[in-house]
């Protein structure tokens, strides 16, 4: 698929019609049946086809999803609950104001700076409320998945489209708009910065709802398997690399700001649906699995995962770093030992002003293109692997992850195209791989 100066697709109508509605129509569906095959399933797809093989598609479908479908009281006032102190917390929290990019129509994005801690607070309130004054059972999240995640499809729904309405009829920022496809519209979003009372909705669902979600859903997955039967070592190492990786994500949340999820994707279906269903849903599936599979994995094994995943982690951050400094530094910066191998890329905004910006050719940038989604993939991989062998389930993220990072490569690709020309095949040419080097 191919971007227009607008940000719009423009493959074929017929193409993207079908494949939207492939997405919309499957993604839910998929979100559900994980989360019962996890919990009903031994975690099998065997066990699934053969579920499905008895009952037929539809009716085996109908027996899943019509107990969870709307939800549950309990399971919308824990939504409730969470998303009121999230906004509470993102609000009150202090931090230093940070600047997003400037958009093509020169809007720039502000944000408050708080989301470490408001990660750090978030799990302190869990441990007080849940661990220390025992309000409640952390495990109840888990016990209320599949009604969480019904409650949760709908909301998302329902919300994609007040934002698909409010971006046409009252947008928040210049870049908005229709691409004159309703269904895409709804798919794509209308509204690329929307804020409602004062929010900046992509920064709540993205980071502070589907981001935050993960780590205290992991928590209470754990904490069902000590009460069910004790903790085991593979359910700490794949639990504690997931809540390293979640608490990195929160200290550099400010750069989240400039990367494609924010600046290029519109508030719709694809990136507001994905954040407050998808990640519940599939990112956690690993330590969903293992609550029923307390396999142990021994002390040899679980060092070499935690091993490898943080140099995965290091090597994605510190790749991340390594442009923020150069770019902050307007290329006067030294890598590994020497002065920082830069191309200054102009291009042309849309508003048809020259701008500059520098593309590093040097460190993890010279590498490959996208060298940081290697670390990023090694990282899922290693707090997968203490599943062991059994089943698929607990690999599903690592797999989905893959797929998703090789297709962001390509976007991005298009994207920098786009918009630095010659510039950019320049850099492709004195890094010419996209991910892997040699390989992709
Ligand atoms: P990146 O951090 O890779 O940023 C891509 C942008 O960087 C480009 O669009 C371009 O933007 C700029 N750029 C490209 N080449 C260069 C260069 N040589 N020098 C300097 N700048 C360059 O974006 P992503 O959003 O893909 O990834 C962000 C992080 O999020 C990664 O660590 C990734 O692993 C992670 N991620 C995780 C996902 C998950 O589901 N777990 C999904 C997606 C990403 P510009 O216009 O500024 O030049």
Redesign the pocket.
Known sequence: MEQNKKGYYTDHPIVRNISVLLLIGLTPPAAIVFWYTSQYLNGSFVELFRFFGKQGFFSGMYQIWAPVFWGSKTAWSIIGIYAAVELVLMKILPGKTVYG?KTPNGYTPIYKNNGFLAFLVSLALLWLFGFQLKVFDPAIIYDHFGEILGALNVFSLLFCLLLYFKGIYKPSTPDSGSSGNPLFDYYWGTDLYPHIFGFNVKHFTNCRFGMMAWPLLIISFAVKQHELYGISDSMIVSVALQLIYCAIFFYYES??F????I?EDRAGYYIVWGVMVW?PAV?TLTAHYLVQHPVHIGPVYSTVLVAVALLGFYS??N??RQ?IH??NNDGDYQIWGHKAK??R?QFVDQKGEKRE?????DGW?GIS??F??V??ILG?LCWSLPALFINFMPYFYVVY?TI??FH??KR?DV??RL??GTYWDE?CKS?PYKIIPGIY
């Open positions: 990019p750069g989240y400039k990367t494609m999820d600046q990640i990112y994605k951050t790749m991340n442009r150069v770019r830069i191309i890329a910006s520098l593309l590093l050719v940038w293109r996208h940081h989604y670390g990023e899922a992850l998703l990072l962001r490569a991005d994207k920098c918009k630095y850099y890094v």
